[in-house]
């Protein structure tokens, strides 16, 4: 593109464009960033800027890496033969994509399309107030979400979300969504639960999960919905324990267990799925992101056939099946570019390298962790990583949210993208965030952590 091109594009944007998660005041003077083309782990900017992006478009999404021809080819094959037809009917994509994704999911059985996170975990809300209305006069309504996790940015699930900065000023919410306390042992010392550590802690953070359901009353609590590593909230892996205990909750009252895989989903801890690291046997399972690495949009809600089942039991009855519908589930370029990518994670092994690549991440972490007091903690599974930043290792507490952002910016100014914990818990935006594409190789992990090196240095000394 000539320069004068790409000068429009930017005047463009400046004039018209609405970015997402951006306070746009300083696009007044200054130029917003465009990014231009992607390949690989890279991406150029506007000016021709270099990238080595450790955040996968940002948001944790580009799971092979960018300009895939072959996503591209098998997805423009598909729009030629048919781009489009409502769900209510099948299409060939979505026919095999759900065949070849349930086969990675043992004792999951349906597919439900749409083209969110937030929308997908919209289908699980609405399929379990369905099976409270059949099945129990409308009781067992309430779903139940955990403190620091989200899902999604529709009102509804703003309702289910644990983030106050997400959810300020856009209530009020969708109620019978209740809160149970989160899981990260780091931040015990506000939960009062005394000094209790590993799975001692894992477990009494599930017991608590219990107590909300005995508060509630367990005849009026459908769902508990929960990320298996929750991702913007901080990258919190559950301690052991704990996932063991939530799962003879949910047998023990009748609860629907919804894993929200929206970001873990297809490879990014190094297997199928988060859940599967922890043995749980979920009932609902939302994934997006990752599921075509952003070459489509598509998003699935899957469940069990016993879930699925309680939708046909009365054909006689109008109301009885799913009455939703999303436009754009019926686009066959998510399911095609889905297939395309789940061929390139088997073929290229890339979970077996995020498990390879995840431990030398981790690795150059915790060397960091021992170089700079700033890091209070690393934490995460596979190619899904966060370091907590601290004033203080002793009292954790946590640096300011500016200082973490500059961070941010020292790396971005070595041409190396990361993330950190945004507008989510009020005064803890302090976890840096890592999840770079599962192709990455030990050079770009090593340049990664390099950059953070130097980018602590110079903020902190
Ligand atoms: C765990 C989780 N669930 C749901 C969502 C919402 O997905 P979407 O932005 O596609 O609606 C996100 C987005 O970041 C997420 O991190």
Redesign the pocket.
């Known amino acids: 593109m000539l320069d004068n091109d790409i000068s429009r594009v930017v005047a463009a944007d400046r004039a018209h464009v609405w970015h997402h998660l951006t306070q746009h005041k300083p696009f007044e003077t200054g130029e917003p960033r465009v990014i231009v083309e992607g390949k690989g782990m890279r991406v150029w900017d506007q000016a021709g800027r270099e990238f080595l992006d450790a955040v996968s478009g940002g948001?944790?999404t580009v799971n092979v890496g960018y300009g895939r021809e072959s996503i591209a080819d098998a997805v423009r094959d598909q729009l030629v033969k048919l781009n489009y037809f409502a769900g209510s009917a099948g299409s060939i994509p979505a026919a095999l994509f759900s065949e070849k994704l349930i086969s990675k999911m043992p004792g999951m059985s349906r597919v439900y399309y749409c083209n969110?996170?937030?929308?997908?975990?919209e289908k699980a809300f609405k399929m379990v107030r369905q099976i409270a209305h059949k099945r129990y006069g409308g009781k067992k309504h309430k779903i139940l979400f955990r403190e620091r996790?989200?899902?999604?940015?529709?009102i509804g699930?703003l309702s289910a979300g644990g983030q106050p900065e997400r959810n300020a000023q856009y209530g009020p919410f969708a109620p019978g969504f209740i809160e149970v306390p989160h899981c990260l042992e780091y931040r015990k010392h506000d939960q009062g639960w005394g000094d209790l550590s590993g799975e001692a802690y894992g477990q009494r953070a599930a017991d608590a999960i219990e107590e909300v359901i005995l508060r509630e009353g367990p005849d009026t609590v459908g769902a508990i919905c929960l990320?298996p590593v929750?991702?913007?909230g901080g990258v919190i892996v559950p301690p052991k324990g704990y996932w063991e205990r939530v799962q003879e909750i949910c047998r023990k009252y009748d609860v629907l267990l919804h894993i929200?895989e929206?970001?873990c989903g297809v490879g990014r801890t190094g297997t199928w799925f988060g859940y599967q690291q922890f043995g749980i046997e979920p009932d609902f399972v939302?994934m997006?992101?990752g599921v075509a690495s952003g070459y489509a949009a598509i998003?699935c809600c899957v469940t069990t056939e016993k879930v699925f089942d309680l939708f046909k039991d009365d054909a006689a009855d109008p109301l009885n099946y799913f009455r939703d519908i999303s436009t754009f589930g019926g686009c066959t370029a998510g399911p095609a570019a889905a297939l395309e990518n789940m061929r390139i994670i088997e073929n290229e092994d890339l979970l077996g390298n995020t498990q390879k690549m995840g431990d030398r991440l981790t690795a150059n972490l915790l060397a960091l962790q021992e170089k700079h007091a700033v890091i209070g903690e690393v934490r995460g599974l596979g190619l899904f990583q966060g370091a907590e930043l601290v004033t203080d290792r002793a009292t954790k507490e946590p640096v300011p949210e500016k200082l973490a952002q500059q961070v941010v910016a020292e790396c971005g100014a070595q041409g190396v993208i990361i993330g950190v914990t945004n507008r989510s818990l009020p005064g803890l935006n302090n976890t840096l965030c890592l999840s770079p594409a599962l192709i990455a190789t030990e050079a770009d992990i090593d340049r990664i952590t390099d950059a953070i090196d130097v980018a602590l240095t110079k903020t902190f000394g």
Do not use: P, R
């Open positions: 948001v944790w969110s996170g937030s929308e997908a975990n996790d989200y899902h999604g940015t529709t699930a990320e929750t991702a913007g929200d929206v970001v939302t997006a992101k998003a």
